[in-house]
T-cell receptor
């Protein structure tokens, strides 16, 4: 069954604006990861946040994790047209990758 | 580092034929490789997990006789779609983890399969 669920499913913003995507999940996790996928391509790992962390930054990316609400958010600041892609959260339940489950993704369009 | 390649990137085949897709870890030893399937505008669905030298573990609903997985070495896993049908047309993506990267999967670029 699907674990992570992103919302919104599609988001369209202007260049320079911030984009926020949310992810909810149902079971306990060891960590949550965000990936990016350009159309027709493989996935690129963006950031990993462990279950005992609340916030993490990487460049223009900020990820938060609220384990009490079983939710995470990905914020992209000062978006660029090149940020246009689908973004997926994936939850990880143990250390051996046996339960690595992707959400349906958010399709982000950044308009120039 | 941590580069995963897939070959071919695209394949078109006739219904009833078998297609083999290769997944290679180029600069690390992949103890575990994963195979996913992705339909247009949908998320990735895990098909199977393979560990080097052992049989793959298939997810519920995935036919092991139709999707043959071989992980013969620490750098290569293959997925063979046997007797392919049009409904098998999809985007197949592999990923790999190494001994030092258990928490992060590195994804290949994907293989688009079209069965006519």
């Amino acid at each position: 069954s699907q674990q992570g669920e992103e919302d919104p499913q599609a988001l369209s913003i202007q260049e320079g604006e911030n984009a926020t995507m949310n992810c909810s999940y149902k079971t306990s996790i060891n960590n949550l990861q965000w990936y990016r996928q350009n159309s027709g391509r493989g996935l690129v790992h963006l950031i990993l946040i462990r279950s005992n962390e609340r916030e993490k930054h990487s460049g223009r990316l900020r990820v938060t994790l609220d384990t009490s609400k079983k939710s995470s958010s990905l914020l992209i600041t000062a978006s660029r047209a090149a940020d246009t892609a689908s973004y997926f959260c994936a939850t990880y339940r143990d250390n051996y990758g046996q339960n690595f489950v992707f959400g349906p993704g958010t399709r982000l369009s950044v308009l120039p | 580092g941590a580069v995963v390649s897939q070959h071919p990137s695209r394949v078109i085949c006739k219904s009833g034929t078998s297609v083999k897709i290769e997944c290679r870890s180029l600069d690390f030893q992949a103890t575990t490789m994963f195979w996913y399937r992705q339909f247009p505008k949908q998320s990735l669905m895990l098909m199977a997990t393979s560990n080097e030298g052992s049989k793959a573990t298939y997810e519920q609903g995935v036919e092991k006789d139709k999707f043959l997985i071989n992980h013969a070495s620490l750098t290569l896993s293959t997925l063979t779609v046997t007797s392919a049908h049009p409904e098998d047309s999809s985007f197949y993506i592999c990923s790999a983890t190494g001994t030092g990267t258990v928490l992060t999967q590195y994804f290949g670029p994907g293989t688009r399969l079209l069965v006519l």
